[in-house]
């Protein structure tokens, strides 16, 4: 019988004849990884979306290289939020294409499927178990079956047990693992929640202005955890905070009306007129 690594599996769907999988039969084998090896993370080419007449994505192209740090800017209505809703397969558009690494084609997928391949989203307001502890949060992650019998018979393997202390201390919640996360700050709640997306090992992360109401102590925690998941991972960051663009950012793209309307360093895009005329100058 063939033995899997946990990280194999993505737990939520009844996978019979796995033989000691920690689920307790429970679960589905994660999809190939995306082939990064031209170096391309995401490549979205021509993407239109149209919402009751209004064009929420105008024909946007662009491209992430393979862990780079990305972020996107943009004012109100820019289109940020429906680029990541087509990625994650929220939302399927009216034209274009959009690829995960060479293969993978994610307006041929479902939403859990493009999870599968290794997409996770963070989305603004942190969502935890606020009852769990942190510690049971992060392996509540891995353990999406609510079922009676994967509940009843999950049991943490020692890779995965290594895994949790790895992401507790990744994100600096070490010393609160036993901890109820509903008496976590706000900021510690955002690093729980990114936690808990990391257990799966995504290889693109996206995250909706993750340090909004945080304390500057906070963001800048949060701003050094960024920067060190570049590389081993993929990163597309929207933020509105500018100082905290500055702290993380090679690369800045600026969406206007649904189009891609600067894209460069962020000293680049400031300098650029139309930039400053949109959103920076407002």
Known sequence: MAEYDWRDIVYGEPLPDLGGDPAGGYGHLRRPGPDLSHGVALYLDDISVTFDGFRALNKLSLSIDAGELRC??????????????VITGKTRPDSGTAF???TIDLLKLREPEIVAAGIGRKFQKPTVFEELSVQDNLELALKADKRARGTLFFRLSAGQRARVEEVLALVRLEDQAARRAGDLSHG????LEIGMLLMLEPQLLLLDEPVAGMTDAETDRTAELFVSLAGRHTLMVVEHDMEFVRKIADKVTVLHEGSLLAEGSLEQVQADER???VYLGR
Do not use: L, R
């Open 100 to 102: 995960f690494g060479q």
């Open 188 to 191: 510690q709640k955002q690093w």
């Open 72 to 85: 996107v800017i943009g004012p109100n209505g820019a289109g940020k939020t429906t680029m990541m809703d």
């Open 275 to 277: 930039v400053v005329e």
